[in-house]
């Protein structure tokens, strides 16, 4: 249901300012195939300089040296620090975690880029749902890649990590998944990447690019590597980068709300399901269980699109679902039991419980209906007022004691 209210309102665009330049096939068939030297990206580096973008991350790992020797990464080296506003990919593999430091960096590029873990968690179905803001598991805590741009397009601000929020500056980001320093990414539509090739032969507006924070990372490859499934589909990793920073940048964060609100959530659904299907007729009992569902699913909508609040809503469904058959249940059991043979035949009884039984069906209700008159065609209805038979004449002279009474 949190997918489906995602794709069903994808909250506008993307923030403009984040671009994403896309390494694409037409890049792949221009520049050679991938990797590429470090030849090829400072050049890039320094057109989006002079177009003035505000920071650049490279999805791209730079831990191995380039193809075209030791000079060739320390051009790339002196191109970083000039820029000075660039992020550099690294990831914590269980390993790091142990050792207690990111995956190494060339040595020759340390200290002219920042790091940015690009570490993504999937849930139990295999779909990314959830940003890792920074990897809890190192002390100080590894800031992602996407925290870092934040950090670059908020004055280089000083980041605070404690376990129900991160700062960056004077911005707080809560704290609502399971592991600390996650939160929900908020998938919007997003413009087409700008090819790699395209903004380096400097074919794009520099209004495209001054003021942005650029990401630049495989998109649209054959090989469909750094491809994962998100809510609204199949993203490359540069795109889920891209979301992420996004939701950072507007501010409102999806807050997963404690398991006690589900309970209560839980126990009402089942509650006014129970109180309204045990009071109601049959042609209104399945309707009142469909409006409960109706109201579950329009609050847990309402909740996430409006609060920001994800509210589990598949048990509250659920509950009602079984609340709705154990309560009809047992009203099938009351009138099976008025029904049953053995049962005293009084009128009173009869009459008294016909309403029960029509509320759970014309069938039911006609049965007891038709009871009811063969216990009148046998007599028994006799007994009105407290009364004795009265004895009776018929024409041919003959005396009759009444019900039970000798024929003579």
């Not at 309204?276 to 209104?284: D, E, M, Q, T, Y």
């Not at 699913?297 to 509250?316: D, H, S």
Request: hydrophobic share 45%.
């Amino acid at each position: 249901m949190y997918d489906r209210t995602l794709a069903w309102n994808e909250e506008g665009r993307r923030d403009p300012r984040i671009v994403v330049i896309g390494i694409d096939p037409a890049s792949l068939e221009s520049l050679g195939p991938f990797p590429w030297p470090r030849s090829i990206h400072a050049p890039l580096l320094q057109v989006l300089q002079e177009k003035g973008a505000e920071a650049v991350f490279f999805d791209l790992l730079f831990d191995t040296p380039g193809s075209r020797g030791v000079e060739d990464d320390l051009e790339f080296a002196r191109v970083l620090k000039r820029f000075g506003k660039v992020v550099l990919a690294s990831s914590v593999s269980e390993q790091d975690a142990r050792e207690n430091r990111m995956a190494p960096l060339l040595p020759m590029l340390a200290g002219s880029a920042r790091l940015g873990v690009i570490n993504r968690k999937r849930d139990p179905d295999g779909v990314i749902r959830w940003g890792i803001r920074a990897v809890a598991a190192l002390d100080p805590p590894a800031p992602s890649a996407a925290l870092q741009m934040l950090r670059l397009d908020s004055g280089d601000a000083s980041l605070g990590f404690q376990p129900d929020q991160v700062t960056v500056g004077d911005l707080m980001i809560p704290t609502s998944g399971s592991e600390p320093f996650e939160v929900p990414i908020r998938f919007r539509t997003a413009p087409p990447p700008l090819s790699y090739v395209r903004v380096l032969r400097e074919e794009v507006a520099q209004e495209d690019l001054q003021g942005r924070l650029v990401l630049v990372g495989a998109h649209g490859t054959e090989t469909q590597v750094d491809t994962f499934a998100t809510p609204l589909g199949w993203r490359q990793g540069v795109e889920i980068h891209a979301a992420l920073l996004d939701t950072l940048l507007a501010g409102r964060f999806t807050r997963r709300v404690s398991p006690a609100w589900d309970f209560l959530i839980l126990l009402l659904a089942c509650l006014a399901t129970g109180s309204l299907v045990g009071r109601a007729r049959s042609v209104s009992s399945g309707a009142l269980a469909a409006g409960v569902v109706a109201i579950v699913l329009l609050v847990g909508f309402v909740a996430l699109l409006r609060l920001g609040w994800w509210i589990g809503i598949l048990g509250p469904v659920l509950g009602v679902v079984l609340a709705f058959g154990l309560a009809w249940s047992l009203r099938l059991v009351k009138v099976r039991n008025l029904l049953a043979p053995g049962r005293p035949g009084r009128s009173g009884d009869a009459a008294g419980h016909r309403g029960d039984a029509s509320a759970l069906g014309f069938g039911a209700g006609r049965a007891l209906r038709g009871r009811s008159g063969d216990l009148h065609r046998s007599g028994f209805a006799g007994h009105r007022g407290g009364r004795e038979p009265q004895a009776v004449h018929d024409p041919g002279g003959h005396r009759a004691e009444g019900l039970g009474g000798p024929m003579a």
